[in-house]
């Protein structure tokens, strides 16, 4: 039994650490719900503002369509060629990579084709309206120009049409705006971009002026309708496509290349990259008939010189023959001659394609001297047959020499002569190694965020925003929340927690707007006895009588810090509650600047403490009753010009004096603490004072120097009355409605 009690013990303080940390956090949690709550309204007005703002994006924001397209990059093989060109694929250079066809796509060369072609270099576009002119012009449907809003006819409004087919400008006007004002019947006039007149010109005219030519071949537009125009650069035009052109490769080693477009204009985009396209696979095959026109040029070079060598070694070779008369060659000698053939026909060969190589690489290259080596064992075995043929008779070495002169060179030039042939019917025939899977097409739908996704992003981006508007409010706002925070740095009680309650609001409001209980206003406390806040104040009762125990005359000062505490709400309400108990209750008005209790029970102010003070009425002239039973009430009467001397007057002692003894309990209403020395003068005389304080109205600050001046004028703080709390908040901080419990009887019906 013992060691279980121990073990019990020993896991209390554990226990007690958890629950420590499960109700912070709940309590962290719980207060983000509160605070997200209290601020809901301003969270909502921003979110649907951030999604207004959405909206007017969707609307105003250019529509961008791209158009797409595949490409097929085949190597480059000797597949379907004859032998012949197949020994000539090295000099026809090594098979291509997709990477560099990627970057030949997006060359000048390509690019500034079509640009030349299609005329991108000349930007033309409707002046319209800033920001909301651009989207009216874009859904415009009809056949002639929009009708101008707002009367700004110089502006495009939609159905405007500019075609400019040529634009000369001089060099340095070039990526500068020019504006084109329309005129009548087909005329128009062209500003520099400061504005001074340029030329002036007519539709279907070349106009020029200086180094400013232009050939406008269609205008609709109405008079005075402005247009914007740039001559754009080659290198401009270029960059602008290449930020809007990509090229990648679909899959690894794939050899397709997916090629996109994308622009403001949904007709253009497609005609623009189709163009693209086609002129890339031109180039492609004008690349390799280029090739194989280099390598006829070349032979072209070569025939006839080795046309005229082999004709000199047949004239030597007869000759030779003629003089000697005939010479037949053994078959050692004819084997020699056959072998000498063939290494010479090797080593020409060799020589050419080292000469074609040297063309494209330096003689360190590894292609280069892999022919040299080649070529030196060639002739290494070369002067191996030399010295066989040194061993024979003069006469049949000068024979084998002439007919082997005839036989090389009659190789040699049938040879190529036959390659020649060939590179000529392939010339006529060449087909490149790309084609187009796929031809260029625009997309129906603008590309980019959908109008759903747009809306939805704003509306996080607005909640995210209106959340930051709350912590920075919640940071600047340095208030107190609830009572927990007075009494632990005040070192003052709070009395009872007072709840928000809506009634007492729609009461307000309804005194405020003249619409009030005929004959003065309304008690909360008499019109919903059940209420929260009327609780709350049944339960101060009970801590009035021990407060106000061994005090002079039963005196209870209510004031606070500022205005619109609240505290007149306690003062009358609390009378009211000690009164439905059976207590004798008077209220004494002494806020002689703006008290307003004889309108809240529909009194008239004259005839109150004023007068009593100055000695024009008596006691009995000024105590008045009200319609709640045992409750009585003292206005301020006039408003006087001095009220801190009123105040400090004798005959105001003397007054609170003579009701202790007619009353049970004075409820004295003063004016605020930090406002005017009244409360400070007349907490010295009364018995006990209680200060209410508003949630979420007041810096810690404020309180404590309130509490000060009370302690510099001798006036102790009882402690403090909370009011006004929002016990939604504080159900989300604390699970419950915070320091408020509802615990009411009902009879039954």
């Known amino acids: 039994m013992e060691n279980d009690t121990l073990k019990s013990k020993a896991l209390m303080p554990g226990q007690q650490i958890a629950t420590g940390a499960e109700e912070e956090q709940g309590l962290a949690i719980g207060e983000i719900i509160a605070v997200v709550m209290e601020y809901r309204w301003l969270i909502a007005a921003i979110t649907a503002f951030s999604i207004l703002l959405g909206g007017a994006y969707l609307f105003v924001a250019k529509p961008v369509y791209k158009a797409d397209g595949l490409l097929q990059v085949e190597e480059k093989s000797g597949g379907g060629m004859s032998a012949a060109l197949k020994d000539l694929q ?15 796509l997006t060359s000048r060369m390509v690019l500034g084709r079509v640009i030349n072609r299609l005329k991108l270099d000349i ?91 232009i050939f406008v071949s269609n205008l609709v537009a109405r008079p005075g309708t402005r247009f914007v125009l740039v001559r754009r650069s080659t290198e401009s035009a270029i960059e602008l496509m290449r930020k809007e052109f990509t090229v990648k490769e679909r899959g690894k080693k794939s050899g397709i290349l997916e090629v996109r477009l994308t622009g403001w204009d949904q007709d253009k985009v497609g005609v623009v990259l189709d163009d693209i396209l086609k002129t890339y696979v031109r180039q492609n095959v004008e690349r390799r008939s280029a090739e194989a ?68 690489f330096t003689a360190e290259h590894p292609r280069v001297q892999a ?16 010295a066989d043929v040194n061993k024979l008779p003069d006469t049949q070495q000068k024979v084998l020499q002439l007919a082997r002169d005839v036989e090389v060179s009659t190789t040699l030039y049938t040879n190529l002569v036959n390659t020649a042939q060939q590179l000529k019917v392939s010339k006529a025939g060449t087909v490149g190694y790309v084609r187009i899977l796929d031809q260029a097409a625009a997309s129906r739908q603008a590309v980019g965020m959908k109008a759903p996704a747009v809306l939805a992003v704003a509306a996080l981006l607005g909640l995210i925003a209106s959340l930051g508007v709350v912590w920075v409010i919640r940071s600047l706002r340095v208030v107190v929340e609830d009572p927990e925070t007075i009494e632990s740095q005040l070192g003052l009680p709070v009395y009872a927690t007072i709840p928000h309650s809506p009634e007492e609001a729609a009461i307000v409001r309804r005194t405020k707007g003249g619409k009030g209980a005929k004959g003065g206003g309304e008690l909360l406390a008499i019109r919903n006895p059940e209420d929260d806040a009327i609780e709350s104040l049944r339960g101060l009762r009970a801590t009035i009588h021990f407060a106000l125990m061994d005090t002079p005359h039963n005196s209870l000062l209510i004031t606070g810090s500022s205005p619109g505490l609240g505290k007149s709400f306690i003062s009358k309400n609390l009378g009211a ?156 901080r604390y699970g419950y409605k915070g320091y408020v419990f509802r615990y009411s009887y009902k009879s039954p019906a």
Do not use: C
Not at 157 to 177: F, S, Y
Not at 321 to 330: F, K, M, P, V, Y
């Open 371 to 386: 022919v040299d080596q080649r070529l030196q064992r060639l002739k290494e075995r070369r002067g191996q047959f030399d």
């Open 577 to 732: 509650v000690l009164a439905n108990a059976g207590q004798r209750i008077v209220i004494i008005d002494a806020d002689l600047r703006k008290g307003h209790i004889s309108k809240e029970f529909g009194l008239r102010r004259e005839t109150g403490v004023s007068e009593y003070v100055v000695g024009s009425v008596k006691l009995e002239d000024i105590v008045k009753p009200t319609s709640v039973p045992n409750l009585w009430v003292v206005t301020t009467g006039q408003i006087p010009p001095n009220p801190s001397e009123l105040l400090m007057h004798q005959r105001f002692e003397q007054m609170l004096e003579q009701l202790g003894r007619q009353f049970d309990t004075l409820i004295v209403d003063a004016p605020p603490i930090l406002a005017v020395s009244d409360a400070a003068i007349i907490g010295r005389m009364a018995g006990a004072t209680l200060m209410v304080a508003r949630a979420g109205r007041h810096p810690i600050a404020e309180l404590e120097q309130s509490v000060k001046r009370f302690n510099h004028a001798g006036v102790q703080v009882k402690g403090f009355v909370f009011n006004d709390l929002n016990t939604d908040r504080q159900r989300y």
């Open 293 to 360: 026109e280099n390598t006829l040029k070349f032979l072209d070079t070569q025939l006839p010189a080795l046309k005229r060598e082999m004709d000199a070694a047949e004239t030597a070779y007869n000759s030779y023959r003629q003089s000697r008369g005939s010479l037949d060659l053994n078959l050692e000698t004819q084997s020699v001659l056959q072998s000498l053939v063939e290494v010479d026909n090797q080593i020409v060969a060799l020589k050419q394609e080292r000469d074609e190589l040297r063309q494209n």
């Open 90 to 104: 090295p000099l026809l250079g090594d098979s291509t990579t997709v990477s560099a066809e990627q970057e030949i």
């Open 123 to 213: 930007h033309v576009q409707p002046k319209t309206f800033p920001i909301i002119g651009s989207a009216i012009a874009r859904r415009y449907k009809g056949d002639e120009p929009n009708t101008p809003l707002f009367g700004l006819a110089s502006y495009a409004w939609g159905g405007e049409t500019l075609q400019v087919d040529t634009l000369d400008v001089p060099r340095i006007a070039e990526d500068k705006p020019l504006i084109l004002t329309a005129g009548v019947n087909g005329s128009f006039e062209l500003f520099d971009e400061d504005g001074d007149p340029a030329l002036k010109g007519a539709v279907g005219t070349r106009a020029t002026a200086g180094k400013f030519s």
